[in-house]
């Protein structure tokens, strides 16, 4: 007999065969030496954090004699890291915020935690385009809600709005967006943002109730071709964005993000009371105080984002030269292309065999695509070619 | 119409007399001085972080270039220091674990989040002596699980051994225990430990299933006059240890803590993999890193426990001057004194008047007494003693 939950006991055997595939891609890189394997199955940023970042830790260093300087503090996040934020957010957002109107959270997963926490009764759903971040529907049960996944048209992923309003129940709460999207790489376009607000707020009105659009904007700092995010504070009174440092300052194990509450929301007091007892009775209580104070120093810093920009060019020719169709991503660092042969797993078998680590989208909702993740550098990608080509060939 | 579930929303109105309680203590504050007001209100660790965690954070800063420094990692935790942490616990727990037998989690309060989700189907039950540490109850709560308290003997403290038995009931999946206590000061001795663990195995053996004995240690480095807190692993095969570094490093701010399982347990990988699942999926994904780093390199290191000795011994003076009747706390840093006149809230209230913040028992399941935290100078301690001999006396 288990003497674990029987959903968390499923959601063990499910894994097992990605844990699986982990561990064989750990043994081909000990047998072959992990020069010759090609790991484009992790989202890891490689980059070093920003100058910014170095100098906050010294600083903090040296001050550290001072008494409660890694002591407790508000749920919500240091005062002055929570002004800092709120100021850069106006920018970035097109609305005011003001320090008051967001929680500095455990990252962004940690956010979207807490607010499903706030919100859910048993049963309420999150509306989501797939393909999309695999842990979502996790954040959901974990407080007995369930993600509604609706696809994006192949292969451009851009909305399926008819979709996506008929997906929207009486029990829906949340639509739940990304972009830049992991897996996709697409940067949804104002004018289908506009359209899918229209739903909502439509909906809203139908059902006496606010459905709140929430954004998970991790990737916002990283787009190309000037594609531009746009701030759906600004389009839409229930909208909620949250994000994290983890890949533009590369702090991915410090765990600092945020949940921001649109200011022009008018129960916006009572939603950031809510995430600030949600976050503290989670567990997190507060954001890393040390990943807070290097966010609040490192603010306007950021990865070199130049060397995404060459690294996609790199994957963009070595699949292309391959033969394997895919859309051109607007941001973020993964490609998601079409699987020869129709079969994501049967690609990635066959992948794998020529020491090309990816994750096949089945993973992410969206059978019949892999996801290449580019968080390695430009050389790996372009040795990779000759092996992805053999993959391909051999279907 | 409320934005938040009905059950967030009732915690927000509950919780709402502490909050005005501390607004009213900042303001306290602002309007007299920060030196004129006694406050006793808060567990939060005055004592800079020892020596080693400023060498290890200077360190880490000189070699924050190399990529990855930061980024993620297992959901367990750094390999380096689960193997530390491991070593460290085979010594404390009288038991050899390796560093597969642990988990690295988000401070103590994450890592009984991550268990309980993990174990927990809904209306499971914790049975737990009274008085308690207050977010208990919301953990259980938010898996669905309910706490049940059981009150130990005024006023030693001593666990009520016959009402524990007849609290296990078949839904009790944990019995959970904080020794030394939050509030109470309270080491449970081993004589009445064996006892609880007798119980514990007979109603697991009646009921077909075992019942976890949890142990929150994070007071276990802070016991005075020779008290000594025994290992609860060398007793019982399905024990399990959870606690931080946030008051023995003074880094509570940023969150690390672990789980250990009892090497002992027959299905203890089955648990790790579960804990190592819930810990990612309810978005700690891990604790955060550097405080990893840090505890690694300062695991033998400790704050100044002579330093708490001190002031125990001044707020025991102060008490005994003011006659009120205490037991002494064997370890931690806090007294639980009972009300004069019997009535906590009342006894808050004539203590605020005299600018002296205390939190009454009632927040702890345990009405008629009062919790004074001791993280404050020696010299504020003794100064206090004419404002709580006058709250005595205005009874």
Same mark, same amino acid.
Do not use: H
């Given at each position: ?5 029987? !959903? ?97 959270? #455990? ?29 979502? %529907? ?48 697409? $940067? ?70 945020? $949940? ?8 916006? !007091?009572?939603?950031?009371? %809510? ?26 810093? #950021? ?5 995404? !920009? ?31 042969? %129709? ?19 089945? %993973? ?32």
């Amino acid at each position: 007999m288990s003497l674990l939950s029987k !959903q968390v006991g499923e959601y063990l055997e499910k894994a097992s065969w990605i844990r699986k595939m982990f561990e064989a891609g750990a043994e081909l890189k000990q047998q072959f030496g992990p020069e010759n394997v090609f790991d484009f199955s992790l989202g890891n940023p490689d980059l070093p954090p920003p100058r910014a970042v170095k100098t906050a830790l010294e600083e903090l260093a040296a001050r550290l004699d001072q008494p409660l300087t890694l002591g407790y503090m508000p749920n919500a996040g240091l005062p002055g890291a929570r002004k800092a934020l709120a100021g850069f957010l106006s920018r970035e957002q097109e609305v005011e915020l003001g320090p008051g109107d967001l929680v500095i959270t #455990c990252g962004a997963a940690g956010g979207i935690n807490a607010l499903f926490r706030a919100l859910f009764e048993a049963g309420d759903q999150v509306v989501c385009p797939a393909p999309y971040f695999v842990e979502y %529907g996790f954040y959901a049960e974990n407080f007995q809600g369930r993600l509604v996944p609706v696809k994006c048209k192949p292969i451009t992923f851009e909305l399926d709005l008819g979709a996506l309003e008929a997906a929207i129940s009486p029990r829906t709460r949340v639509v739940l967006i990304n972009s830049p999207n992991n897996p996709s790489g697409r $940067v949804y376009s104002r004018e289908e943002l506009k359209k899918l607000v229209d739903i909502i707020q439509r909906k809203s009105l139908e059902q006496g109730r606010p459905i709140f659009l929430v954004a998970d904007e991790p990737y916002r700092f990283l787009v190309y071709d000037q594609v531009q995010v746009p701030s759906l504070m600004a389009m839409y009174d229930y909208a909620i964005v949250v994000s994290s440092f983890s890949k533009s300052l590369s702090i991915a194990g410090e765990r600092v993000g945020y $949940v921001a509450v649109n200011p022009r929301m008018p129960e916006k !007091q009572e939603l950031i009371n %809510g995430i600030t007892l949600t976050n503290r009775i989670l567990g997190f209580v507060n954001a890393p105080v040390i990943g807070q104070i290097l966010m609040e120093k490192a603010l306007n810093s #950021c990865v070199d984002q130049r060397v995404y !920009q060459q690294r996609r060019q790199a994957m963009a020719d070595v699949l292309e030269e391959a033969g394997v169709e895919f859309s051109m991503p607007g941001g973020g660092f993964y490609f998601f292309p079409q699987a020869p042969g %129709g079969d994501d797993q049967v690609f990635t078998r066959k992948l794998f065999e020529q020491k090309v680590l990816v994750v096949p989208g089945t %993973g992410f909702g969206y059978p019949g695509f892999v996801r290449l993740a580019f968080c390695v550098s430009e050389e790996i990608i372009r040795r990779s070619g000759q092996a992805i080509k053999r993959a391909v060939q051999g279907i």
